[in-house]
Each structure stands twice: as C-alpha cells, then as structure tokens.
C-alpha cells in the first residue's frame, strides 16, 4: 500500500526538524556530556560490542543498508523494542560526522541505529569537530570586532587580559547553552532525539 504524499511529506518535515535540533545541539555543548536518552548507557555498550569495527567518524552506507548488513543490524535494534521510544522510527543520519546535514552528506536509518552510532560519536569525541568548527568561527568574529591593532608590551598584556575576559564570558555563555539545551531536552523528553 503506497503512502500518501501528505504523510509522507509530513514524516520528512519531522524528520528533519529533529536533524536541525540535534544539530543545533551538539554545535552549542560539547557533544561529549550529551546524554541523548535514559539508556544511552546501555545503547552504547550493545553499540560497540555488536559493531566494534565499525568506523563512525565518516559512515559507509554499505555498513548500514546492505543485506548482509541490515542482516546484522536488525537483532541489534529489535532489542530496543518497548527500551527506546519510536526506536524504529525513520530518522536522518550524517554520513560524515565532521560536516553538517546536506543531501549528499544524509541517509535515512532508524532512530536507534541513529542513537547508537551519535552516542558513539559524542562519547568518542568525533562530534567534537562540529562544537569546535562553531566555537572557532564565533572566536574569529569577536577577535574581528575587536580589530585593534597592539604593539607595545603593554598593549599585549593588555590583549591576553581581555582574552581571558571573554574565555570567562565564553564559559559562562557555554554553561547557560548547556542549561537552555538540558532544558530544551526535559520539555520534549525521549521524542525529541
């Protein structure tokens, strides 16, 4: 029975709504305290010991949608059936874990192969390229409004203070990013990653 284009087209909006939050997300807090569901635990550990071998930073989609794959990842998923919410549910997936949500850089999985391998990346440090790429082009705009030109000592001393000036304010901003994120993550529970 084909699906009708309207419900189709409403699963891809939702779909990639849910792409653009995570995004979001793992650009404003370092990816590495990011706990994604109740049992990312759990998932993580299935994770690596089913797929121990599997690269994550820059997914081949043969790994994940061939038979022999599908073949090995379906028990895999299965075991979240009734654990993960919509654990099944169509969700869409970054090839590349260093660049952003582009049709060549996408592919659809379900939501716990999704879980799995983004709790990997967080927890392996590979998402890390997306905070770091974010918070090194905000560097470069405040450093550029900042333009003046130092050349004595004293203007030197005077820079690396007010460097340390803003890494505080940096922290602080990082720190209420993480709330506003850890908030965001408790209204929309489970469903929203």
């Known amino acids: 029975m084909p699906v009708e284009p309207d419900i189709e087209m409403a699963w891809a909006m939702k779909a990639m709504q849910h792409a653009e939050v995570y995004y979001k997300l793992i650009s404003s807090v370092d990816p590495q305290f990011l706990k994604l569901t ?18 994550i930073d ?22 979240f ?7 099944n549910y169509g969700t869409l ?30 927890r392996e440090g590979y998402n890390k390229a997306v905070y770091t790429s974010v918070h090194d082009k905000e560097e470069e705009k405040e450093e550029g409004n900042h333009g003046r030109e130092k050349g004595t000592d004293s203007g030197r ?33 489970e469903t929203a990653m």
């Open 157 to 189: 001393a005077e820079e690396k203070g007010d460097i340390r000036e803003r890494e505080k304010t940096k922290t602080n901003k990082g720190e209420e990013k993480e709330k506003g994120a850890d908030k965001e993550i408790s209204k929309s529970g």
């Open 58 to 79: 820059v997914l081949d989609p043969e790994e994940l949608k061939s038979e022999s794959a599908k073949e090995k990842w379906r028990p895999f998923c299965l075991k």
């Open 38 to 55: 109740k049992v990312d635990d759990q998932i993580y550990s299935e994770f690596r010991e089913n797929f121990e071998k599997l690269r």
């Open 81 to 87: 059936d009734g654990i993960v919410e919509d654990f």
């Open 93 to 122: 997936l970054r090839l590349d874990c260093s660049q952003g949500y582009t049709e060549e850089n996408t592919i659809f999985a379900p939501r716990i192969q999704f879980l799995a391998i983004e709790i990997a990346r967080n």
